[in-house]
């Protein structure tokens, strides 16, 4: 009498490993796909033309001498102009985290009796940022990536070669 091939333990193991890589390949496709990646860019031209926009906001905030200190601890923001005599109505400051995005924010900030930017925080703000400074009119720009809370104060300074 001949065996059933569903007892022979060598047909079970011809048919589990091709079994195995399509349900690995499904996976792979649902991943990849319910979590695309938000940095990759699609038109590298227009990107390309945007970041020369950029430079040139950066060289403009070096050539107005605009520096800034900045301080984040207990929850609290201090952004405080340093050298410059100039009164700003208001403060653009980006917070962009390096590889989420939905974790990006955005204040408007405007000078307090001290001439000084603060914002209080509910949460707390920790970790590796890219923060961005600019104008009320868009027309110079700092950047630096931080790692907060700041205890002490520390310069931001516009430096072309991070405006990238």
């Known amino acids: 009498m001949k065996d059933s091939w569903y007892r022979e333990p060598w047909a079970w193991l011809v048919f589990i490993l091709p079994f195995t890589a399509v349900v690995a390949g499904i996976a792979t496709y649902i991943i990849a796909n319910t979590n695309p990646d938000t940095l990759v860019v699609g038109d590298y031209y227009k990107k390309g033309k945007s970041i020369n926009l950029e430079v040139g906001k ?7 001498g605009m520096r800034f200190a900045l301080q984040l601890k207990d929850n609290e923001l201090i952004i405080k102009p340093t ?66 809370p700041q205890a002490d104060f520390i310069d931001l300074i516009p430096n072309p070669i991070k405006a990238q």
């Open 58 to 64: 950066v060289k403009m905030a070096q050539k107005l």
């Open 83 to 148: 050298g410059i005599e100039k009164v700003f109505p208001l403060l653009n400051v980006s917070f962009f985290h390096p590889t989420l995005e939905e974790r990006d924010f955005y204040l408007a900030l405007t000078q307090d009796g001290n001439g000084y930017f603060r914002h209080h925080f509910d949460k707390d703000i920790s970790g590796k940022w890219k923060l961005t400074l600019t104008s009320f009119e868009n027309n110079w720009k700092i950047q630096d990536t931080l790692s907060l």
